[in-house]
């Protein structure tokens, strides 16, 4: 807190100006103010505001004291003038607030100034002095007339100076008006009357005695506001009234909100939001998907950022936050509104990662708690509103109506306590209103009667928080009595209603075994709580299945023991070695476990790390041929090698993914029940669950085995009904779906089992019978009660593979009534079960990092055409690249889009700007060499070409004789070198390609051009060992012959042409 | 005073006199005990048969109790025994009962009797029985699963039949007119209020009877007592039809006219014919009535058609109701069939 407003809430209790009239404590404030400037600018310049503290005002009050001791030490006699003593005795006030009496300056009486006034102020009414009484009655006479308060307060505080500078008199007064009191109690009523108007100024007066610190620090004057123990006792008329008229808001509001149920009730018919809205549009997707996804997102994101700006002023790192964070977000909201993808990678998950850190970090290091308690009211707030907004709370009139009156709600809490409070109440009336009435309903049992209670209409929640809330805050006459009306109200409705406590009671009374009827509704209330999050999640499911087309559920049987662990899994999985060089074999081990209780599995397994292929070892596991593959009969653990030959991997953190493919196949079933339908019927009617009442407690879901699939099944809600006068009808739905780490690469087999009696055959008119929609093909129509249908191979084919979502495939049921009785037996409750199995190729994946540390100074051997050199010294490329084997590439590029001549697997227009590069280059070369070698005007050459600077540091370099002779041979092979391997290479590379007209036009201009620069470094060569200081020696001949073959290979290829 | 003296005395005698045609009905004073609570049929597993887990291809031991703890008899009750047939059956021969009175009616259905609480036998009859089932081959069925949950479940079904007896108050005097001259003080021998009941020894209950005086249509001074009866299902399972109880442990068809379906019979004063009330719509006939329970309550007016001469006064009289009806009930366990592991 800044200390200025401390300063300012310290002073709020001070009296030191209280003893002067308005015009004269204005004058006091003045001076003071003025001479407390001067202290300042003298001691600080410019800058004297920002050293106004309370310390240093009492050290200018003390010095002041002082001073006027001084003064009297020095002038015992001299009384001073009224002012000065008023001042020193505010002064003393100031820095002794508690003091009650001061010794005034030069004058014998102990009465100050001051507290006669207080005495004046506190005990008028019941001081029957006459000159007090007068004294009021004057104050009364100018509130009245319209003068100003602060006016009488002057007026009574010159009347108090007046009587204390007159004391004697006063008290001669006080035993006159003693008497006069006694007698005329009329006079008393007009003194508390006057008493009203005496404190009203007076306490307009204590809010001016801050005044001088308001005006040193230039805040604007504050309301005053009292501690509630320490607020003076108010005049009883005047606080009803005020608060009256501060409630006048809370009265509107309870009529709003009344007239808000009441409007529902008739017109609106609003009736919250269901969370099936929520989870239809989630399954639809789509646009309202991604509304409800960014909305809340985008919101939080949005108070975020408004609060670290505000955090930001006190914390740089919130800058930081906000910087990254924003950016993040803009780009994703960037991205999803105009398609474009300008970060890859950034997805929502990263967005919200980022966003919910962003929330954590700044909440823990950058928030205090008032901070903290805020931000979070805003997210809950924020958060409700835009999850009703995105579920549709604008689409109607009725919500936007509740909307409207939360928001006024919202403003009234404000306005009795903070945001924070209004965040947190209004939020949560708005759950209950939008929501919590739909959740109450479906906990709560229709039939019961208790329906009530979820009844908006009848429990108007908006009216009642007011009401409520109102009370707390309001003391007014009038919301006390309507709460009052509310509750009788509701105690005469509810109580005494149809569905009454006593009507109960005596039901009860009557009946013991009611007793069991009320505590079965207890827990039956229990139940349906418990129940909800299961009714929930059969919602969703059961929305899913209708907007998907079908998809259905199951649970995978509980694994009784760890060592039946189905299917095959990787573990173990680890690198060989912590770290390894990137010139050495990687390695990669683990162990396949694989079991199966059926079919044998076949198992192929590879290994990737990037784009480098590992191999397997060993080789039974990594046969391609299917043939040739590992059979696993039931159960076996196979302990295997990923290898990567050296320089295979990149240097750094690599994933390795080992991948293992096998066939497998997935069982499951689900229990159906089957009943006659009268039966169903008669007990359905009865409010009686058929299956119940048969002591079938759960309907389970599909159960289907252990292993990588997901294996779902459904039917109708069971028990069907069968009658033997009619057909019933039914279906088989099926869902597969990839529940560990991989994907089902390949479906080769469904079957269903349906118990015999149950018909999914087609109705055709050609007298061929085909079976779900010519899908499946019936293999056996009789196996142990069941009959068996396989999926039809082209049907098998028509699914789209690989599937990593899910894939689902259903076929009606037809029950004649002539099967009925077979179906049914001789029980109440049959049960039969619907079968699948699917057959599939999975290809499970498992990965773990590896370090690969570069080998310094030594050359990445790549092992493919297309592997990314990342090593600083370059790579070495391997056969059958763009360049020849053993080519050397800069890293950055792969041995097929490497820009060297030789790579013959990048275009003409590439090769033409490698030679133009390659004879730019030499060109400067030579001319830096002659520089370098003194040849008179190469220095003007190089400088010609805009290259001064080179000039001057090849100057530098070649300072020495030694240095440059190395310098000049250095640079010597260098250019040799650049022409065989650039210009030679390039143009013999080129020459091989089939290029067209223009092209080989431009080559054999380019080669002119070649052999022109080579003539011209031969001669500059030339030129160098000339000089004295530059012997030529066997190293000049070599150069110069090699120069020539050059030039001799380059005119045979324009011979060619 | 006298004839309230007569009468109960009469009624005391009927009461320790009546046997004859109405076999096991005494409901005497020291009876009271019997034919209280709402249980009828009462079943219940072994503890540990039919076990919680079993492994394939073994023997499933199935033990039950059964007590009648209700006031009437049951002849010829059924139970029907639930089994999933994929993974279990019934092994015949194998049902044993302590007191032999049960039998296999088929694969799926035993029959049994069990008297109900008497003086004798306040406890009612009870019966142990006894079966056993095969676990089928889990990895025929299901080659890839380790286990399977199932379930055994016995449904009972039986007839049963309610009895109550209550004094009530006839009061012929609807006016009051006659009231002063027959007792000084203007006071009633009995007043004609609702009674309350609770439960009478069987799931099915008598819990009010609401008596009230109609005058004849023809003779205004011919008063006869009507009764709305409150008949309510207290126990656990549910009412059907008295003829439909073999059915309720088949398959079969049952409607909803069958189920909570209930005959009443009612009785002034004696239980001989020319006292019974006509329970049905149907003027002029002293039939049965029959009750269709509605969320297990419904109502019943029962008529004395030959009423009594308003000469008659005000006199308190036992009003006897039957019910019949059919009552089933379930009981069930979960049983988790194991596969046998091999490895």
Not at chain 1, 608 to 627: C, T
Not at chain 1, 857 to 879: F, M, N, Q
Not at chain 1, 936 to 954: M, R, V
């Amino acid at each position: 807190m800044r200390d200025h407003v401390k300063i300012i809430r310290g002073m709020r209790d001070d009296k030191a100006f209280s003893s002067f009239g308005q015009d004269r404590a204005k004058e006091a404030i003045k001076e003071v103010e003025a001479r407390f400037r001067e202290e300042l600018e003298r001691e600080h310049g410019k800058g004297w505001r920002n050293h106004i503290t309370e310390d240093r005002f009492r050290q200018f009050a003390k010095e002041v004291i002082e001073q006027d001791k001084e003064y009297k030490k020095r002038h015992p006699t001299s009384k001073g003038d009224s002012f000065h003593r008023h001042s020193i005795n505010a002064f003393d006030k100031f820095l002794n607030p508690d003091k009650v009496r001061v010794v005034r300056v030069g004058r014998n009486t102990d009465q100050t100034r001051t507290d006669a006034i207080q005495v004046n102020a506190a005990n008028v009414a019941t001081n029957a002095n006459k000159a007090e009484i007068e004294e009021e009655q004057t104050a009364k006479t100018e509130a009245e007339t319209g003068a100003d308060a602060e006016k009488a307060e002057i007026k009574e505080n010159e009347a108090a100076e007046t009587e204390a500078e007159t004391g004697k008199e006063k008290e001669e007064a006080e035993t006159d008006a003693d008497k006069e009191a006694e007698k005329e109690a009329k006079e008393r009523e007009k003194a508390e009357k006057a008493q009203e108007k005496a404190d009203k100024a007076a306490q307009k007066a204590q809010t001016r005695r801050g005044r001088l610190w308001n005006f040193l620090t230039r805040e604007k004057p504050q309301k005053e506001k009292q501690p509630k123990e320490t607020a003076p006792r108010q005049p009883r008329a005047t606080v009803t009234r005020s608060l009256d008229e501060s409630s006048g808001f809370a009265l509107f509001l309870m009529l709003l909100t009344m007239a808000l149920a009441v409007v529902d009730y008739w017109f609106l018919h609003f009736g919250g939001l269901d969370y099936n809205i929520y989870l239809n549009a989630w399954k639809g997707g789509g646009l309202s998907l991604l509304f409800m996804t960014f909305v809340p997102i985008y919101t939080l994101a949005g108070i975020l950022i408004i609060e670290l700006v505000f955090v930001a002023r006190k914390h740089n790192a919130a800058y930081f936050l906000l910087a990254i964070f924003g950016s993040l977000l803009a780009a994703k909201a960037i991205m999803v509104s105009l398609g474009m993808n300008i970060v890859p990678g950034i997805g929502l998950s990263i967005s919200v990662v980022a966003l919910v850190a962003a929330m954590l970090f700044s909440m823990w290091k950058l928030m205090d708690d008032d901070t903290r308690g805020h931000f979070l009211s805003w997210v809950f707030y924020g958060l409700i509103w835009s999850a009703i907004l995105s579920l549709g709370g604008i689409m109607s009139i009725g919500s936007i109506a509740h909307l409207i009156i939360a928001f006024l709600v919202w403003l009234f809490v404000i306005g009795e306590r903070d945001v924070t409070s209004a965040n947190y109440w209004v939020g949560a009336l708005l759950i209950l209103d939008f929501f919590g009435f739909g959740i109450i309903k479906a906990m709560i049992p229709m039939a019961t009667g208790s329906a009530i209670i979820a009844n908006r209409f009848v429990f108007p929640i908006w009216f009642f928080f007011i009401s409520i809330y109102s009370l707390e805050f309001k003391k007014s006459k009038l919301i006390k009595f309507i709460v009052f009306c509310v509750i009788i109200f509701y105690i005469l409705a509810l109580v005494d209603g149809v569905y009454g406590w006593t009507n109960i009671n005596a039901q009860i009374q009557a009946n013991p075994d009611e007793v069991a009827e009320a505590k079965s509704f207890f827990k039956n209330a229990f139940k349906n709580m418990m129940d909800f999050p299961d009714k929930v999640v059969a919602e969703y499911r059961k929305g899913l299945e209708q907007a998907t087309g079908g998809y259905y559920q199951g649970r995978v049987e509980e694994n009784q023991d760890p060592r039946n662990d189905l299917g095959v899994h990787l573990v173990n999985l680890q690198a060989a070695d912590k770290e390894f060089y990137q010139n050495e074999e990687v390695i990669v081990w683990g162990d396949l476990k694989a079991k199966t209780l059926e079919d044998p599995i076949s198992i192929f397994m590879s290994c990737e790390a990037g784009e480098a292929e590992g191999v397997i070892k060993p080789e039974k596991l990594a046969q391609i041929n299917i043939a040739d593959r590992h059979i696993i009969q039931q159960l076996e653990q196979i302990p295997f090698e990923c290898r990567f030959a050296p320089d295979e991997l990149q240097a750094g953190t690599t994933s390795v993914k080992i991948k293992a493919e096998f066939n497998f196949n997935t069982l499951g079933y689900l229990k159906t029940y089957f009943m006659d339908i009268e039966r169903m019927r008669a007990l359905r009617r009865e409010n009686v669950d058929p299956l119940r009442q048969y002591g079938i407690d759960k309907v389970s879901d599909a159960i289907y085995t252990n292993g990588p699939v997901k294996l779902g099944m459904g039917t109708v809600d069971p028990p069907l009904g069968l009658s033997t006068n009619s057909d019933a009808y039914s279906y088989i739905g099926v869902t597969v779906q990839p529940q560990w780490f991989g994907r089902i690469k390949n479906i080769t087999s469904v079957q269903i089992q349906v118990p015999v009696g149950l018909d999914i055959s087609d109705p055709t008119a050609t007298g061929d019978t085909t079976y779900c929609r010519k899908g499946f093909k019936m293999t056996d129509p009789n196996k142990e009660g069941y009959s068996i249908y396989d999926m039809e191979e082209g049907e098998i084919k028509k699914t789209k593979v690989p599937i990593t979502t899910y894939k689902s495939w259903r076929c009606p049921i037809k029950i004649t009534s002539t099967t009925t009785p077979d179906i049914l037996g001789n029980i109440p409750v049959a049960t039969h079960h619907f079968r699948a199995e699917v057959g599939y190729i999975y290809e499970i994946e498992k990965s773990t990092n590896v370090f690969v540390k570069g080998a310094e100074g030594e050359e990445r051997r790549l092992s493919g055409c297309e592997i990314t050199c990342d090593d600083d010294d370059g790579c070495v490329c391997p056969a059958d690249c763009g360049v020849p084997a053993g080519t050397t590439i800069g890293k950055g590029y792969t041995c097929n889009n490497a820009p060297i001549g030789s790579n013959t697997l990048i275009g003409s227009a590439d090769s033409f700007s490698i030679l133009d590069k390659a004879m730019s280059e030499i060109t400067v070369k030579v001319t830096l060499n002659e520089v370098c070698a003194g040849i008179p005007g190469a220095k003007e050459a190089l400088e010609a070409q805009g290259k001064g600077n080179d000039a001057e540091a090849i100057i530098q370099a070649c300072g020495i004789d030694e240095n440059k002779i190395d310098k000049i041979e250095e640079t010597e092979k260098e250019i040799v070198e650049q022409i065989e391997n650039s210009l030679v290479v390039t143009a013999i590379t080129m020459e091989g390609k089939a290029l067209s007209a223009d092209n080989r036009d431009t080559l054999n201009s380019k080669l002119q051009e070649s052999i022109t620069i080579l003539i011209k470094t031969r001669d500059s060569f030339e030129k160098i060992y000339l000089q004295d200081n530059i012997p030529a020696d066997v190293i000049y001949e070599d150069y110069r012959g090699r120069i020539n073959t050059a030039q001799f290979k380059l005119n045979a290829l324009i011979v060619d042409s | 005073m006298k004839t309230k003296t007569i009468l109960t005395l009469a009624i005391l005698v009927f009461l320790i006199g009546c046997k004859g045609d109405k076999e096991g009905y005494s409901p005497t004073i020291t009876t009271k005990d019997i034919y209280e609570g709402k249980a009828a049929l009462e079943m219940e597993f072994f503890e540990n048969a039919p076990p919680e887990d079993i492994f394939e291809k073994s023997v499933l031991p199935i033990g039950l109790r059964l007590y009648n703890k209700g006031a009437f008899d049951i002849k010829r009750g059924f139970l029907s025994i639930g089994l999933e047939k994929d993974y279990m059956e019934l092994n015949d021969g194998s049902l044993k009962s302590i007191n032999d009175r049960v039998n296999f009616q088929d694969s799926e259905h035993i029959t049994f009797d069990l008297k109900g609480k008497t003086i004798e036998h306040p406890e009612g009859e009870q019966e142990v029985i006894t079966f056993t089932s095969s676990t089928k081959d889990l990895g025929k069925r299901d080659p890839q699963s380790q286990y399977h949950d199932s379930w055994v479940s016995i449904t009972s079904c039986y007839t049963y039949q309610t009895k109550a007896v209550e004094t009530v108050c006839i009061d012929t005097d609807v006016f009051g007119f006659k009231r002063k001259a027959e007792t000084p003080d203007g006071t009633r021998a009995c007043e004609v209020k609702p009674i309350t009941l609770s439960s009478q020894g069987a799931p099915v209950a008598v819990t009010k009877i609401e008596g009230e005086m109609v005058p004849s249509k023809d003779n205004p001074s011919l008063l006869k007592p009507r009764f709305i009866i409150t008949v309510r299902n207290i126990g656990s399972g549910e009412v059907i039809k008295e003829n439909k109880v073999e059915d309720a442990c088949s398959s079969k068809a049952i409607t909803h006219e069958e189920w909570g379906n209930i005959n009443i019979k009612a009785y002034l004063s004696t239980l001989e014919e020319e006292n019974k009330l006509d329970c049905d719509i149907e003027e002029g006939s002293k039939d049965d009535g029959t009750i269709i329970l509605k969320k297990k309550e419904d109502t019943i007016r029962c008529i004395y058609e030959e009423g009594f001469s308003d000469e008659k006064g005000v006199f308190s009289s036992p009003l006897y109701l039957i019910l019949d009806y059919g009552y089933t009930e379930t009981i069930s366990r979960e049983v988790r069939v194991k596969k046998v592991a091999t490895h």
